[in-house]
């Protein structure tokens, strides 16, 4: 199949966080669930064993409790993956005498925000040993996980997967067969009913190629391309609609880039996506990536082909909003949506301006497509407490329907020892 020839442009916006953020940081662990973002663990100037969740509609980060018997301790270079209202961490834990002995997975149940006890975890016959560096994705009801660094044993190529019904571990493809082999600090990602590997590294060479897991077949494939991304290590992808974005990560620890990339499942192919002009993205590794909006919805729930379209004559769904209220435009074709707030937004209960949410420099959008109608309209209801929660309820579940399809880049080297956590706002102006 011939290279894709051209891609449209993508803008990047830095979001300046509150000092109420985490610290920044590397190596840690995020994913989306329900249009919050969650955050867990990695390393600063040492490990930190912190836990956090994002509203990107208010702009605010709250704090979780992760010193509970169900809890993780300090993590790095350990996945987390959403499915179902439930997040699963697995691996990360820092090598120990005691670690081999230790299951390496914990799960966070959102709707009570707690964590929670792995039901049957003792019973599995067999389960992975902890490790760094793997990758994890979700396929069905199951999270499959590759590779890693263990411990002693250094690259691993177990290929693992963990059925949530029964919490119970089998391995995958057997260690002669076809396979990327033994590998760690690569990406991953799941889209339909295959997972897609790329680069990493391989002992201590860095890696450029290419696999894809086929869960119908069970076998490996490695996909030859005639360009892509080069040799990277430490970087990290996304699905966004029928292609994979994959961002950041270097030939080293100490030269991380600021490549975005994007494959095409559907002609197979790579093609590099280019910034809009003052538009600079920034050079990150360890970092992580995680997208909002319904084009970055899993395949598992919405058709790779079939995206609901954006109707300009249907009415949106209100839901909690902090940003003053602004009317919702839809321009030509290729306009720019993406969640921004105004630089004079002020601190509730203050008349001053918030020094912690600055608007970033360089282009910015026409206008919020976050603020479809703001929480206050709906006290003018006449609606008992029991209506006003079942409301809640439908706004919490209808927000990744409303968020504009935006990706965020989140810590990452280099790191600021004395700033909040780095966050940075990618979105693609597709036709």
Not at 212 to 236: A, E, V, Y
Request: proline share 8%; net charge neutral; aromatic share 10%.
């Amino acid at each position: 199949m011939p290279a894709m020839s051209h891609s449209n442009p993508c803008l990047w916006t830095q979001l300046p966080q509150s000092l109420r953020s985490p610290c920044d940081r590397y190596k840690h662990a995020c994913c989306s669930c329900h249009g919050n973002v969650y955050l867990l663990g990695g390393r600063e100037s040492g490990s930190v064993g912190d836990f956090w969740k994002y509203n990107v509609v208010s702009d605010e980060w709250t704090e979780l409790n992760c010193t509970s018997e169900a809890a993780p301790e300090e993590l790095e270079e350990h996945s987390m993956v959403a499915h179902e209202g439930f997040l699963y961490v697995f691996g990360g834990m820092l090598d120990s005498a005691y670690t081999k002995y230790r299951c390496a997975l914990w799960v966070f149940d959102t709707a009570k925000q707690k964590w929670v006890h792995c039901q049957g975890k003792r019973s599995s016959p067999q389960r992975p040993s902890n490790r760094k560096g793997h990758s994890a994705v979700v396929i069905g009801p199951a999270m499959l996980v590759y590779g890693g660094f263990l411990d002693i044993k250094g690259p691993s190529q177990e290929f693992w997967c963990l059925d949530f019904d029964t919490t119970i571990w089998s391995l995958l493809s057997p260690a002669d067969s076809i396979s990327p082999g033994p590998r760690h600090s690569h990406s991953a990602v799941a889209y339909q009913d295959s997972m897609f590997l790329f680069g990493g590294l391989k002992g201590l060479l860095e890696q450029r190629d290419f696999w894809k897991w086929n869960s119908t077949s069970r076998t490996w494939t490695c996909l030859k391309t005639k360009s892509g991304p080069p040799r990277l290590m430490g970087h990290s992808a996304v699905v966004f609609r029928d292609s994979m974005l994959l961002f950041g990560g270097g030939e080293c620890q100490n030269f991380p880039k600021n490549g975005l990339w994007r494959y095409s499942f559907s002609t197979h192919s790579w093609i590099q996506v280019a910034s809009l002009p003052g538009s600079n993205p920034p050079d990150k590794i360890h970092h992580c990536c995680t997208g909002l909006g319904p084009s970055y919805a899993p395949t598992s729930c919405c058709s790779s082909s079939e995206h609901e379209p954006r109707q300009e004559n249907k009415k949106a769904r209100p839901f909690m909003n902090k940003c003053f209220p602004a009317p919702l435009r839809l321009g030509s074709e290729g306009d720019i949506e993406l969640k921004t707030f105004s630089p004079e937004r002020k601190r509730l209960g203050s008349s001053e301006p918030d020094p912690g949410n600055r608007t970033g420099t360089g282009p910015q959008p026409r206008g919020s497509h976050l603020t479809f109608e703001n929480r206050a309209f709906k006290k003018q209801w006449s609606c008992t407490e029991e209506e006003e929660h079942l409301l809640d309820q439908e706004e919490d579940e209808d927000i990744r329907k409303h968020l504009p399809d935006t990706l965020l880049v989140l810590g990452g080297r280099p790191y600021s020892t004395s700033s909040p956590i780095s966050i940075w706002q990618m979105t693609l102006t597709d036709p």
